[in-house]
């Protein structure tokens, strides 16, 4: 019985190809997946908030509340 | 004073001759220190008995280890004999002519062990994963002891539910992290949390 013959030479260098095709292939999905389940909904989400956010209405509601230090809450 | 000049070149001359001995007859292969003629080099213990000298191993020194990435080690395994020496004999002729049994014979006759026998799994990974988790559990208690023992009561401002409940209103109306934080989870419309 004969075996096939093994490879016998640039074991190291093939290692090395493989390895960096199976870390390009695995960072491109790590990323992929991090920018459409994370961060491409955060973005929405803060651009819903402040898409009809009126800034002086929430200042003076928290004025009233009494919540500002150096504001008074008197008119 | 000549007498001690005498006898310190009689003694040196007692070694040179044992190591040209050594480096002549028995070890042309060999490379220990002591073999080469090394004097005043500090001499390694040879613990390699008769076993014959087959290369330069992983060091230099004449020592035999199963290391996949030496496969061949500096000396044979075991000591020859007159069985293996007849073997070795018909080693040299045609290695078709060599019966399984006898090619085994060879093997264990310069190898202690196969590759397969080398790289078999060891289960150490049970001993280190049961070690670590002893010591992870050794740490909690530890935890647990200065929990009881050591640390002092929470201050009110954590433990009182009025003045959490204050706290948190206030978060609330200050809008505090309002897109994906506490802020985003209160229902400003019926005034409680969101579900």
Redesign the interface.
């Known amino acids: 019985m004969s075996l096939a013959k093994p490879q016998m030479r640039n074991l190291l260098q093939a290692a090395i190809k493989k390895n960096l095709a199976i870390t390009a292939g695995v960072t491109t999905a790590a990323v992929a997946a991090y920018y459409f389940l994370v961060k491409a909904p ?1 973005k929405q ?2 651009a819903e ?1 402040y898409k009809n956010y009126d800034a002086e209405a ?1 200042f003076e509601r ?1 004025r009233k ?1 009494g ?1 500002f230090q150096a504001c008074s809450k008197d008119d | 004073m000549e007498m001690h000049i005498v006898s310190m070149a009689t003694v040196t001359g007692t070694l040179l001759r044992r190591c040209s001995r050594l480096s002549a007859a028995a070890a042309p292969l060999s490379t220990s220190a002591r073999a080469l003629g090394g004097g005043g080099l500090p001499t390694v213990v040879e613990r390699h008995g008769n076993r014959m000298v087959i290369g330069y191993g992983f060091n230099g020194e004449p020592n035999y280890i199963d290391r996949v990435d030496y496969p061949i080690p500096a000396v044979r395994f075991k000591e020859d004999n007159a069985q293996i020496k007849v073997l070795r004999e018909k080693e040299r002729g045609d290695w078709k002519k060599l019966t399984k049994e006898e090619v085994q014979e060879l093997y264990r006759a310069t190898f202690c062990r196969s590759f397969a026998e080398m790289q078999a799994p060891t289960g150490e990974w049970k001993l280190v994963l049961g070690g670590t988790m002893l010591a992870c559990s050794i740490a909690v208690w530890i935890y647990l002891f200065m929990k009881v023992f050591v640390y002092e009561k929470l201050p009110d401002t954590i433990t009182n539910p009025e003045k959490v409940e204050a706290q948190v209103q ?1 978060m609330i ?3 505090m992290n ?3 934080g506490i802020a985003s989870e209160w229902d400003y419309e019926k005034g409680q949390w969101k579900n």
């Open positions: 955060r989400k803060y908030f929430e928290m509340l919540l | 206030r109306d200050l809008r309002p897109v994906q």
